[in-house]
């Protein structure tokens, strides 16, 4: 089971195409200096798709969910984040977080969509967080894929924080971040297995530019879910039942009251939800219908 779930971890955070699927047609466009790549797929409302950490934009072909979205005549909108997959990588941790939210403004605008569905799944569910609760006039709806305001990655203690940026930065195992996540009641990896992940993942991304990316969030103000309430904006959260996540998603559902749908999938975690059954058909019928 340890070796099964260090697996899911690296394909997950890694986020490469799987075989046999057909590479996407991407683009690329001017963020203030920083280049983002990105996807503009099929007709209709557009969806804007923005991935966790470590991931690039194929998470989204590889979990079904952007097939799904453009066969329910949705636009798909998915980018590879600042940091990530080929996009531009800056190194210092002020060039992410708040310019993060400003690279969806700017890819908004680059296509000229005034408003659009967003989601984001893990690490960019918190960027969407923050793009709804500034820009909430471009905002359709809201989905946000394991994650919740006060979540253990969100709320680590700061020098855990940064310890997590110096072992990204070193290419070493992130283990205050895998505990945040790991499924209650999993073993951690060993030593060995750890050693190993780190030394594929690294060879996947710029570690450097990870760990200025994660950095940014250890001083950055957190968002709550009255910030979120206030927006007005249709919202469902979508959190695999055994995902280190889950307890902060029940809570912001709870605190948003009639204001989120949360959704929990049984029998998977962090790394397994997303490409559930039951989590893409959740997620596209709300965006079908995000006031029912």
Request: glycine share 10%.
């Amino acid at each position: 089971m340890r070796v099964i779930f260090c697996m899911l971890v690296l394909a997950a955070l890694s986020s490469t195409l799987a075989a046999g699927q057909t590479p996407l047609d991407a683009h690329l466009f001017d963020s203030d200096v920083v280049p983002i790549r990105y996807v503009h797929i099929g007709d209709g409302e557009p969806v804007v798709l923005i991935h966790g950490f470590g991931g690039r934009l194929e998470f989204w072909q590889e979990t079904g969910i952007a097939a799904a979205l453009t066969e329910a005549g949705f636009a798909v909108i998915a980018y590879d984040r600042r940091g990530h997959g080929q996009s531009g990588k800056p190194y210092d941790p002020a060039h992410y977080i708040d310019e993060e939210v400003q690279d969806v403004v700017r890819l908004l605008d680059h296509l000229s969509i005034d408003r659009a569905h967003v989601v984001g799944y893990s690490g960019g569910a918190g960027i969407a967080s923050r793009f709804i609760t500034q820009y909430p006039g471009r905002v359709r709806s809201v989905v946000f894929g394991g994650w919740g305001v006060a979540n253990p990655v969100e709320t680590l203690p700061r020098k855990d924080c940064l310890a997590t940026g110096d072992l990204l930065a070193q290419e070493a195992f992130p283990l205050p971040l895998m505990r945040a996540l790991n499924p209650p009641g999993a073993p951690l990896q060993t030593a060995d297995e750890q050693a190993a992940l780190a030394r594929q993942f690294a060879a996947r991304n710029d570690m450097r530019a990870l760990a200025a990316a994660f950095r940014a969030n250890c001083d950055a103000p957190r968002i709550t879910s009255a910030d979120l309430r206030k927006t007005g904006i249709p919202a469902l959260a979508i959190v695999g039942e055994r995902d280190g996540m889950a307890p902060a998603a029940q809570t912001m559902g709870d605190d948003m009251g009639g204001a989120m749908q949360v959704v929990v999938i049984e029998g998977t975690h962090h790394f397994t939800a997303p490409g559930h059954p039951q989590f893409v058909a959740r997620l596209v019928s709300f965006l079908l219908d995000p006031r029912d």
